[in-house]
């Protein structure tokens, strides 16, 4: 057992933590992570990555905080720490209340009365804290917790995390205006914990309105989603806001907007024999009036890929204009095989088939999230961020004072920066000196 105990304190296996979980984040933040990748994307970096995407299905490259390795990892860290733990608080408690030996040598010996030297200790903020062949008093005593909170905190936020990777459920849907997402219809994406199933909301979500405000260069300046919620069991109807940088939480699942929204172009193909395929294009809205959103689609009964792009005014002037204008080409590779540009209502001839445009709406992409060790997390930063005032703020300083003969030896020393603080030494034996005089 006790060298289990030694395994789990010593500092190579820490370290080597420590980089294992560090490593994982940047390997999260290189590799698209399917939950926050739109479809689209995510396919192209498989097509362009072959090599890696077997690595990366075995390994979970592609859902990090979610892969069981990732949550081993953090386990064995949580582990190591609990113990560190253990360690420095016994080490604080020691610190704080056991006696000190004394020194053999380096006291300043002063003729003192035994009734005036606590006095003049209190004064100047030390505290007696243990009496027995000799005096101790500390300034600053609870200085010596400051490590000890330091690793309660990175505990906390280990544990956390930990509760985190194992129970998080995440799933995110795409809403065009006016439809409603049915409960229990597929998530866009979604990712949970080992120890949970997905997510399942027990009401259905309506987009309403896509609100879009812009500065006066044209860049979006606020994206906010307004939404209905209809509860399954016939509950009261809930009317929602879900905005960027704006926390809505509900039923006690956040509601994130995305930064995924844009415009629904639906669209009429019909080919020479009279065959009729109607699809709706999900494109990002354009970063400003002379910008394009674009997509690229692959339709099982379209021989070649549909690239499509369009601006938010066809006149680029406006951008809040509803005449949006669609350009669309058809590719075989790099290749362009034909083009036509469409405004609402507007139908045109692509390669062999007649295209109509037939409705422009808006969409949004909506994030729902339970997560229930987030709390815990910011409990630990600010654990974290205590032991680190307590370190650099109050480090403890001391006073052994023992008796010698008709006078006193009084042993200063300093937890940190003894040199900063070593005036405070010299005043405080200068004052007991005078008041004794």
């Known amino acids: 057992m006790n060298m289990l105990k030694m395994f789990f304190l010593s500092r190579k296996l820490a370290l080597f933590l420590l980089v294992a979980i560090i490593a994982s984040v940047l390997v999260a933040s290189l590799v698209p992570q399917t939950f926050i990748t739109p479809a689209a994307k995510m396919q192209n970096w498989r097509a362009d990555n072959e090599?890696?995407?077997?690595i990366a299905d075995v390994c979970g490259l592609n859902h990090v905080y979610t892969a069981p390795w990732f949550a081993v990892f953090i386990a064995l860290a949580l582990v190591s720490l609990s113990l560190s733990l253990i360690e420095q608080f016994r080490a604080a408690l020691r610190?704080?209340?056991?006696?000190?030996?004394?020194?053999?040598?380096?006291?300043?010996?002063?003729r003192?009365?035994?009734q005036r030297i606590p006095a003049t200790m209190r004064r100047h903020g030390y505290l007696l804290l243990s009496r027995t062949a000799s005096w101790r008093f500390v300034k600053n005593p609870w200085g010596y917790w400051g490590n000890f909170l330091l690793h309660a905190g990175i505990v906390a936020?280990?544990?956390?995390?930990?509760?985190?990777?194992?129970?998080?459920?995440?799933?995110?849907i795409i809403l065009v205006?006016?439809?409603?997402?049915?409960?229990?219809?597929?998530?866009?994406?979604?990712?949970?914990?080992?120890?949970t199933e997905r997510l399942s909301l027990p009401y259905s979500v309506r987009l309403d309105r896509l609100k879009l405000e812009f500065r006066k260069d044209n860049h979006v300046d606020q994206v906010a989603s307004e939404i209905?919620?209809?509860?399954e069991n016939g509950g009261d109807v809930r009317r929602l806001t879900a905005a960027i940088n704006a926390n809505l939480t509900y039923q006690g699942k956040r509601i994130y907007q995305s930064n995924d929204y844009g415009d629904v172009f639906t669209l009429e193909f019909t080919s020479a024999d009279g065959g009729t395929h109607r699809e709706k294009l999900l494109l990002l809205h354009p970063a400003g009036l002379d910008k394009a959103g674009y997509g690229d689609f692959d339709f099982p009964w379209l021989k070649y890929r549909l690239s499509t792009k369009y601006y938010a005014d066809a006149d680029k002037k406006l951008i809040t204009s509803p005449d949006r204008l669609l350009v669309l080409r058809i590719m075989e590779n790099n290749r362009e095989l034909g083009r036509i540009s469409l405004k609402n209502g507007e139908s045109g001839r692509l390669g062999n088939y007649l295209v109509r445009l037939t409705a422009v709406e808006k969409w949004s992409k909506l994030i729902f999230v339970?997560?229930?060790?987030?709390?815990?997390?910011?409990?630990?930063?600010?654990?974290i961020v205590l032991g680190i005032m307590l370190n650099f703020f109050t480090p403890p300083r001391e006073f052994i004072v023992a008796r010698d003969g008709d006078g006193f030896l009084f042993f200063w020393r300093a937890e940190k920066f003894a040199d900063f603080y070593a005036d405070e030494q010299e005043v405080i034996l200068k004052n007991i000196e005078t008041e004794q005089a």
């Open 228 to 231: 209905t919620l209809f509860p």
């Open 157 to 172: 936020t280990i544990a956390a995390s930990l509760l985190v990777a194992l129970t998080q459920q995440r799933g995110a």
């Open 112 to 114: 003192a009365t035994e």
């Open 95 to 110: 610190r704080t209340f056991k006696a000190a030996p004394l020194p053999e040598s380096g006291g300043s010996r002063i």
């Open 51 to 54: 090599w890696l995407v077997p």
């Open 370 to 383: 339970h997560v229930p060790g987030m709390p815990l997390v910011f409990i630990g930063f600010m654990m």
């Open 177 to 195: 205006e006016g439809v409603p997402h049915q409960a229990g219809e597929p998530w866009e994406s979604e990712e949970h914990g080992l120890l």
